[in-house]
C-alpha cells in the first residue's frame, strides 16, 4: 500500500503545484472568486491527504530485541504474535514487543523454557493477556489465571486513534 500512497501523494503535490501557477495567471474578477471556492476545497483534499499519510505509516519500527537466543523462542513468539492477530485482532508494534519481551523475561526468570512453556499456556488457555504463572499452572496441575486477573494488558487502549 505504501508504493501506491507515495504515487497518489506525489500527483497530487504535482497537481497543486499546476494550480498555483494557474491561480497567478488569473486576472479576472469572476475566474478569481471561482478559483477561491476551489482553492478551499483543495486545502480540506490537502489536510485530509496529510491526516491519512499518518496512518500508512505513522513512525518507523525499532529492532526487537528478542530475551533469548536460538530458535525455539524465536518461533514460539511468533507463533504467539499469530495466535493475537488471528483471535484477537492484535497486532503488537515493535516498541510494545521490545517491552513485553522484557517483561516476559522477568516473569519467566530469565529461563528460555519457562517463557516458552508461558507463551505455550497463554495460547492454550486463549488468553491475550500476560501475567506471571506459578509453576502448578505450567504443568497444568492448578487452574490458571482468569483473564480480568492478569497483571500486563497487551490489547491496544480504546482511546487510540
Known amino acids: 500500500m505504501r508504493p501506491q500512497w507515495i504515487l497518489l501523494s506525489n500527483s497530487l503535490t504535482s497537481f497543486n503545484k499546476m494550480v498555483e501557477e494557474f491561480a497567478e495567471g488569473v486576472s479576472d474578477v469572476r475566474t478569481k472568486k471561482a478559483l477561491k471556492k476551489l482553492c478551499e476545497q483543495w486545502v480540506k483534499i ?3 491527504q ?12 525499532i529492532d526487537i530485541k528478542l530475551p533469548f537466543e536460538g ?6 513468539w511468533k507463533t504467539y504474535k499469530e495466535y ?3 483471535d484477537y485482532n492484535i497486532q503488537i508494534g515493535s516498541r510494545r514487543q521490545n517491552i513485553i519481551l522484557s517483561r516476559l523475561r522477568k ?3 530469565n529461563n528460555q523454557q519457562r517463557a516458552i512453556e508461558m507463551l505455550e499456556l497463554f495460547i492454550a488457555n486463549g488468553y491475550k493477556s500476560m501475567f506471571k ?14 483473564e480480568e486477573h492478569s497483571d500486563f494488558n497487551i490489547t491496544k487502549p480504546t482511546n487510540q486513534v
Not at 530458535?71 to 514460539?76: G, K, L, R, T
Not at 504463572?133 to 482468569?146: N, V, Y
Open 46 to 48: 490537502i489536510n485530509q
Open 50 to 61: 496529510n491526516e491519512f499519510d499518518k496512518l500508512v505509516e505513522p513512525i518507523a519500527a
Open 71 to 76: 530458535n525455539d523462542f524465536a518461533e514460539m
Open 84 to 86: 493475537l492477530l488471528e
Open 107 to 109: 516473569y519467566s526468570g
Open 133 to 146: 504463572p506459578t509453576d502448578k499452572q505450567l504443568t497444568g496441575e492448578e487452574p490458571s489465571k482468569t
